[in-house]
C-alpha cells in the first residue's frame, strides 16, 4: 500500500499542476489545500497491494483531471473523484482490480520482501518462488458470491479459514483501523456523524431483514458491516463535503441510501462490493434529498 500511496501522490499533483496551469489558476494556492493529495491516497487505499503502477496512475488521471477539474475543479464536481477513478478501473480492469493478497497464514508460508514488491508492481515481474495466483485469493465477499451461488449454505462457507471471526481474516483489523480513524474524524468534527450513522444503519437494517429471512442463504449483518469497504466508505468516502448532501436531515437520507444501495450490488449486482457504485449513485441524487430537506422558514415557500 505504501508504494501505491508514493505512486498515487507524485501522479495526483502532477495532474493537479497540469490542470491548473491550463487552467491558469494559481499552483499555490490550489496545491496547498491538499485535495489532489485526499484523493491519491483515498484511490491507492482502495486498490490491491500489487496493483500495477500503470493501474494506480490511469486512475488518479481519471479523478483528477475527468471528475473534478473537467467539471470546473474542487467544489464544483457532482461525483467523488476518488471513486470515478476505482470504477474506470473496476469496469476496464477487472483481473488487475481482483487481485487482492492472501492473508498470512493461509497457504502462504513467505511474503514478499519490499524489493520484490516494488519489481512486481513495476515491472510486473514476480520472484522466482512465487506466482501471482500463490500470492492472491478471493475477499470473502467473493467468496461468499460465488459459493452461495454453486448452492452452499452460509454456514458451510464460513467455517472456511478465510472468513475469520466475523468478516474475513486481515479484513477485520483493517475495518477496525478504519473505524478508529472514522471516529476520530466525527470527533474532531472533520466529518459530519450522520452520514456513516445512516450508511451503516440502512446496511445493517437491510442485511438484517434479509438474514431474517433466510439465515443459510444471506450473511449476517455483521459481516456486512465489517467486510469489504463498507466501514471505509462510511468514514472516508461518503462524508465527502462537496459531493454529500449539505442538510442535517439529507445527511441520514444519504448515508442510508448508499447503506441500502451497498447490499443490493452485494447480494443481487454484478460486483462483489458496491460502495464506489452507491456513492456515485447517490452524488446524483444529493441535490434532490437536499431540496426537499431544506428547513422550512416560516412563511416561505420550499424550493
Known amino acids: 500500500i505504501l508504494i501505491n500511496l508514493i505512486i498515487a501522490t507524485a501522479v495526483a499533483l502532477l495532474a493537479e499542476t497540469v490542470m491548473l496551469t491550463v487552467r491558469g489558476r494559481p499552483l499555490a494556492l490550489h496545491l496547498s489545500d491538499f485535495s489532489a493529495v485526499v484523493t491519491a491516497w483515498l484511490l491507492a487505499v482502495a486498490l490491491p497491494p500489487l496493483a500495477p503502477w ?5 486512475g488518479i488521471v481519471s479523478a483528477i483531471i475527468v471528475a473534478k477539474h473537467l467539471y470546473g475543479g474542487l467544489g464544483y464536481n457532482p461525483f467523488n473523484p476518488a471513486m470515478i ?34 519489481q512486481a508492481i513495476l515491472s510486473n515481474e514476480w520472484p522466482a518462488r512465487f506466482t501471482l495466483d500463490a500470492l492472491t485469493g478471493a475477499t470473502p465477499l467473493d467468496a461468499l458470491r460465488t459459493q452461495i451461488g454453486l448452492g452452499l449454505t452460509v454456514t458451510e462457507i464460513r467455517n472456511s479459514p478465510v472468513f475469520g471471526i466475523v468478516a474475513g481474516q486481515g479484513w477485520e483489523w483493517a475495518a477496525l483501523g ?51 469497504a463498507a466501514i ?49 449513485l447517490m452524488n446524483i441524487a444529493a441535490p434532490t434529498i437536499d431540496l426537499y430537506t431544506q428547513p422550512r422558514v416560516f412563511g416561505a415557500r420550499r424550493g
Do not use: C, K, N
Request: proline share 6%.
Open 178 to 228: 478504519f473505524l478508529a480513524g472514522g471516529l476520530w474524524l466525527i470527533y474532531t468534527r472533520t466529518a459530519d456523524w450522520r452520514i456513516p450513522v445512516g450508511m451503516l444503519g440502512g446496511l445493517a437494517v437491510i442485511a438484517t431483514v434479509f438474514y431474517l429471512v433466510d439465515s443459510q442463504r444471506y450473511a449476517p449483518p455483521w459481516f456486512h458491516l465489517w467486510s469489504g
Open 54 to 58: 500503470w493501474l494506480t496512475a490511469l
Open 85 to 118: 477513478g476505482y470504477v474506470v478501473l473496476l469496469i476496464s480492469f477487472p483481473r488487475e482490480m481482483s487481485t487482492w493478497l492472501i492473508p498470512h497464514g493461509l497457504d502462504q508460508p513467505h511474503a514478499l520482501t519490499f524489493l520484490e514488491t516494488l
Open 232 to 280: 471505509f466508505g462510511a468514514f472516508f468516502i461518503a462524508t465527502d463535503p462537496v459531493t454529500a448532501s449539505t442538510t442535517s436531515r439529507g445527511r441520514l437520507i444519504y448515508g442510508m441510501g448508499i447503506g441500502i444501495l451497498v447490499y443490493i450490488i452485494r447480494g443481487f449486482g454484478g460486483y462483489p462490493d458496491g460502495v464506489a457504485f452507491s456513492v456515485l
